[in-house]
C-alpha cells in the first residue's frame, strides 16, 4: 500500500515548479506505483478534491485543532480515504465533538507536511481544476495511452478519478468503455473569445452566428419521463427548475441530451439580470420565477449519440425536436447579415454572439476555437484571492478585491489586478458575510479566501506591468457580477489576459493613454 506521504511530496512538487513537463512527470510517477484500490482517491486527493465530495468540516474546525504531528509518516492512501468516508458520515446528536475527535486522531498519525496537506485539502483550499490538463497528460503517461482518449473519456464521464482508474486498469480499451449516457452530465464544450466579430467568421468559414445569452448554461437529459437538469459545474438543479422538466418531457423524443442557456424575462421579453436567474436555481417553486430555456445543441437523440456529427447536422437534429427553443441564430451568413445578428442581440438586451463553425464536432470539456464569443466590451472571469477592508463610507466592509486569473499549468491562480469599482451596497455586505467563510488567513488589512469564487470583471484593457506576478495588469476594470455558475476551472487563464494586452481593447475611443486599474486603492467613494 502507497504512503499518503507520497501523495503529498507529488504535490510539494507540482507546486514548486512552473514547467507543465515537470508537474506531469511527477504525477505520473506516483500513479503508476499506486495499487488498483488507490487510484480513485489519490487521483482525487491531487487534484485538491475530496472523493465524494464535502466531508462537513469548516476552516473553524480545523483552524481550532491544534495537534502535534507524527515524526514518520504511516498514514496510507487507503487509511486517509477511509478517514474521510467516516467523517462524512457523521451526524446527530454529538457529531461536532465526534467529528473533532476523528480528525485531531487522524492528524495525530499525520507528520507535519500531511497535516498542512491535510488541513488545506478539507478546507477546500487545495481545490484547483485547472490541474486538470496537468492530470490528465499524467494519467496518458502513466497508463501509456494517448492523452486524446483520457481527455475524451474525461469528457464521457466528467469524473477525473473514474477517468484515472479506467486507464491504469485497462489502457486504451477501458476508456473506449465509457459513452454517452443519458441521465449522466458530460462537460459542456467552451468559447474562446474573438477581438472582433469579422475576425471570428473569418477564421472559421462557415459559420453560425446566434445569439449570446445573458443567461446560465443548463445541460438537459430526457429517457423516457426521467429528466434530469444540469449547470455548467454539472451541478443538479432538476428539482428547482420544475418548469423546464415539463417543457422537456413534452418534446417529441424518447431520449434526448440538450446543450442550451435558461433565463428570466420581465414583461417585455427582455432578459432579467443573471442574478434573478441564478437565484431560481435554489428556489422550491417554479412560481418565485419563470426560467424560459434556449437550446443551441443536441447531443443525443433517441438512442444516437452525435458527439461526432458536425454541427450543421446537430442543429438539424434540434430543429426536428425542439424548433420553438432553439436560440435565436443564423447559419452561413455574409458579414452585413452577421453584423445584423450582433446588433439585434445587442439590442434585445443581450451579451454579444457565438459563432461557431459548422464542421466543428461537440469537444466537451475543451475552450477551443470552433466557438468563439464576440461581445462589445472586453470582459473576464476572474479568481476572487482576497479582499481588503474599505475605508469613509465603505468602513467596516470587505471591498478591494484582489483578483487572479487561471494558471493553465495547474499553479495557483496569478494576481493581475485589484478593483473595488462597480460594488453595490448589496455586494459590499454579501462580501462581508460570506468572504470569512472562505477565509485562509488574515492581516491587519486583508482576508485572504480560498481560491473558488470567481467574479466577472469589465475592463479597458490589459497593459505590462511589473507590479504582479503575471506580469500585466488590469486597465480600468469594474465588477460586473459574481459567477456562482462557474468555479475555478472555469475562470479565464493568464494566457487570455495577456492575448486583452496584444490585442487593445476593441474599443473606438481607445487612445492608448495608460490606465491606473490593476493598481487601484479603496478611497471609500461609492
Same mark, same amino acid.
Given at each position: 500500500?502507497?504512503?499518503?506521504?507520497?501523495?503529498?511530496?507529488?504535490?510539494?512538487?507540482?507546486?514548486?515548479?512552473?514547467?507543465?513537463?515537470?508537474?506531469?512527470?511527477?504525477? +505520473?510517477? *506516483? !500513479? $503508476?506505483?499506486?495499487? @488498483?484500490? %488507490?487510484?480513485?482517491?489519490?487521483?482525487?486527493? &491531487?487534484? =485538491? #478534491? /475530496?472523493?465524494?465530495?464535502?466531508?462537513?468540516?469548516?476552516?473553524?474546525?480545523?483552524?481550532?485543532?491544534?495537534?502535534?504531528?507524527?515524526?514518520?509518516?504511516?498514514?496510507?492512501?487507503?487509511?486517509?480515504?477511509?478517514?474521510?468516508?467516516?467523517?462524512?458520515?457523521?451526524?446527530?446528536?454529538?457529531?461536532?465533538?465526534?467529528?473533532?475527535?476523528?480528525? +485531531?486522531? *487522524? !492528524? $495525530?498519525?499525520?507528520? @507535519?507536511? %500531511?497535516?498542512?496537506?491535510?488541513?488545506?485539502? &478539507?478546507? =477546500? #483550499? /487545495?481545490?484547483?481544476?485547472?490541474?486538470?490538463?496537468?492530470?490528465?497528460?499524467?494519467?496518458?503517461?502513466?497508463?501509456?495511452?494517448?492523452?486524446?482518449?483520457?481527455?475524451?473519456?474525461?469528457?464521457?464521464?466528467?469524473?477525473?478519478?473514474?477517468?484515472?482508474?479506467?486507464?491504469?486498469?485497462?489502457?486504451?480499451?477501458?476508456?473506449?468503455?465509457?459513452?454517452?449516457?443519458?441521465?449522466?452530465?458530460?462537460?459542456?464544450?467552451?468559447?474562446?473569445?474573438?477581438?472582433?466579430?469579422?475576425?471570428?467568421?473569418?477564421?472559421?468559414?462557415?459559420?453560425?452566428?446566434?445569439?449570446?445569452?445573458?443567461?446560465?448554461?443548463?445541460?438537459?437529459?430526457?429517457?423516457?419521463?426521467?429528466?434530469?437538469?444540469?449547470?455548467?459545474?454539472?451541478?443538479?438543479?432538476?428539482?428547482?427548475?420544475?418548469?423546464?422538466?415539463?417543457?422537456?418531457?413534452?418534446?417529441?423524443?424518447?431520449?434526448?441530451?440538450?446543450?442550451?442557456?435558461?433565463?428570466?424575462?420581465?414583461?417585455?421579453?427582455?432578459?432579467?439580470?443573471?442574478?434573478?436567474?441564478?437565484?431560481?436555481?435554489?428556489?422550491?417553486?417554479?412560481?418565485?420565477?419563470?426560467?424560459?430555456?434556449?437550446?443551441?445543441?443536441?447531443?443525443?437523440?433517441?438512442?444516437?449519440?452525435?458527439?461526432?456529427?458536425?454541427?450543421?447536422?446537430?442543429?438539424?437534429?434540434?430543429?426536428?425536436?425542439?424548433?420553438?427553443?432553439?436560440?435565436?441564430?443564423?447559419?452561413?451568413?455574409?458579414?452585413?447579415?452577421?453584423?445584423?445578428?450582433?446588433?439585434?442581440?445587442?439590442?434585445?438586451?443581450?451579451?454579444?454572439?457565438?459563432?461557431?463553425?459548422?464542421?466543428?464536432?461537440?469537444?466537451?470539456?475543451?475552450?477551443?476555437?470552433?466557438?468563439?464569443?464576440?461581445?462589445?466590451?472586453?470582459?473576464?472571469?476572474?479568481?476572487?484571492?482576497?479582499?481588503?477592508?474599505?475605508?469613509?463610507?465603505?468602513?467596516?466592509?470587505?471591498?478591494?478585491?484582489?483578483?487572479?486569473?487561471?494558471?493553465?499549468?495547474?499553479?495557483?491562480?496569478?494576481?493581475?489586478?485589484?478593483?473595488?469599482?462597480?460594488?453595490?451596497?448589496?455586494?459590499?455586505?454579501?462580501?462581508?458575510?460570506?468572504?470569512?467563510?472562505?477565509?485562509?488567513?488574515?492581516?491587519?488589512?486583508?482576508?485572504?479566501?480560498?481560491?473558488?469564487?470567481?467574479?466577472?470583471?469589465?475592463?479597458?484593457?490589459?497593459?505590462?506591468?511589473?507590479?504582479?506576478?503575471?506580469?500585466?495588469?488590469?486597465?480600468?476594470?469594474?465588477?460586473?457580477?459574481?459567477?456562482?455558475?462557474?468555479?475555478?476551472?472555469?475562470?479565464?487563464?493568464?494566457?487570455?489576459?495577456?492575448?486583452?494586452?496584444?490585442?487593445?481593447?476593441?474599443?473606438?475611443?481607445?487612445?492608448?493613454?495608460?490606465?491606473?486599474?490593476?493598481?487601484?486603492?479603496?478611497?471609500?467613494?461609492?
Amino acid at each position: 500500500m502507497v504512503l499518503f506521504s507520497a501523495v503529498v511530496t507529488a504535490s510539494a512538487e507540482v507546486a514548486a515548479t512552473r514547467s507543465r513537463k515537470a508537474k506531469t512527470s511527477a504525477i +505520473a510517477a *506516483l !500513479l $503508476g506505483g499506486l495499487d @488498483a484500490t %488507490e487510484v480513485r482517491p489519490a487521483t482525487a486527493f &491531487l487534484a =485538491g #478534491e /475530496l472523493p465524494g465530495g464535502r466531508a462537513g468540516v469548516g476552516w473553524s474546525t480545523l483552524s481550532a485543532l491544534d495537534v502535534p504531528p507524527a515524526p514518520e509518516p504511516s498514514l496510507t492512501v487507503g487509511e486517509v480515504d477511509a478517514a474521510i468516508d467516516e467523517l462524512r458520515g457523521i451526524s446527530g446528536s454529538g457529531s461536532g465533538q465526534r467529528r473533532t475527535d476523528l480528525l +485531531a486522531g *487522524l !492528524l $495525530g498519525r499525520a507528520t @507535519a507536511p %500531511e497535516q498542512e496537506f491535510l488541513v488545506r485539502l &478539507l478546507g =477546500g #483550499e /487545495l481545490r484547483q481544476g485547472a490541474l486538470e490538463g496537468v492530470m490528465l497528460e499524467a494519467v496518458a503517461t502513466a497508463a501509456r495511452v494517448p492523452a486524446e482518449d483520457v481527455r475524451r473519456a474525461f469528457m464521457l464521464s466528467g469524473r477525473l478519478p473514474a477517468t484515472a482508474e479506467a486507464a491504469l486498469r485497462g489502457g486504451g480499451a477501458e476508456l473506449a468503455r465509457f459513452r454517452l449516457e443519458v441521465g449522466r452530465p458530460l462537460r459542456p464544450m467552451l468559447a474562446s473569445p474573438a477581438e472582433t466579430l469579422d475576425e471570428a467568421v473569418a477564421e472559421l468559414g462557415e459559420v453560425s452566428v446566434e445569439y449570446k445569452l445573458d443567461g446560465a448554461r443548463i445541460q438537459v437529459h430526457r429517457d423516457g419521463d426521467d429528466v434530469h437538469v444540469y449547470t455548467r459545474t454539472l451541478r443538479e438543479i432538476t428539482r428547482s427548475v420544475p418548469e423546464l422538466v415539463e417543457l422537456v418531457r413534452g418534446l417529441d423524443c424518447r431520449s434526448i441530451v440538450l446543450d442550451g442557456e435558461t433565463l428570466a424575462l420581465d414583461d417585455s421579453g427582455r432578459p432579467r439580470p443573471f442574478q434573478e436567474t441564478m437565484s431560481r436555481f435554489g428556489a422550491q417553486s417554479e412560481r418565485e420565477l419563470l426560467l424560459r430555456p434556449y437550446f443551441f445543441d443536441c447531443l443525443h437523440l433517441d438512442g444516437e449519440d452525435l458527439l461526432d456529427h458536425p454541427l450543421r447536422q446537430r442543429l438539424e437534429f434540434l430543429e426536428k425536436v425542439a424548433p420553438q427553443h432553439r436560440i435565436p441564430a443564423v447559419l452561413a451568413p455574409d458579414p452585413e447579415r452577421a453584423a445584423a445578428v450582433f446588433d439585434e442581440a445587442l439590442d434585445a438586451g443581450h451579451e454579444g454572439v457565438m459563432v461557431k463553425a459548422l464542421d466543428s464536432v461537440y469537444a466537451a470539456g475543451r475552450r477551443g476555437r470552433t466557438w468563439r464569443k464576440v461581445k462589445p466590451a472586453h470582459t473576464l472571469d476572474l479568481v476572487v484571492l482576497a479582499a481588503e477592508w474599505g475605508h469613509g463610507r465603505r468602513s467596516g466592509y470587505l471591498s478591494n478585491l484582489h483578483l487572479g486569473a487561471r494558471d493553465p499549468d495547474g499553479g495557483p491562480p496569478i494576481m493581475v489586478g485589484k478593483t473595488f469599482k462597480g460594488l453595490t451596497d448589496e455586494l459590499l455586505a454579501w462580501q462581508t458575510a460570506e468572504f470569512p467563510k472562505r477565509e485562509t488567513h488574515r492581516d491587519a488589512w486583508t482576508v485572504h479566501l480560498v481560491p473558488e469564487l470567481v467574479v466577472e470583471i469589465e475592463l479597458d484593457g490589459v497593459q505590462a506591468s511589473p507590479r504582479y506576478p503575471g506580469g500585466v495588469a488590469l486597465r480600468f476594470a469594474r465588477v460586473l457580477r459574481y459567477r456562482p455558475d462557474k468555479d475555478a476551472a472555469s475562470a479565464d487563464t493568464i494566457d487570455a489576459v495577456r492575448a486583452v494586452q496584444r490585442g487593445g481593447s476593441g474599443r473606438p475611443e481607445d487612445t492608448g493613454q495608460q490606465g491606473n486599474a490593476g493598481q487601484q486603492g479603496d478611497t471609500g467613494r461609492p
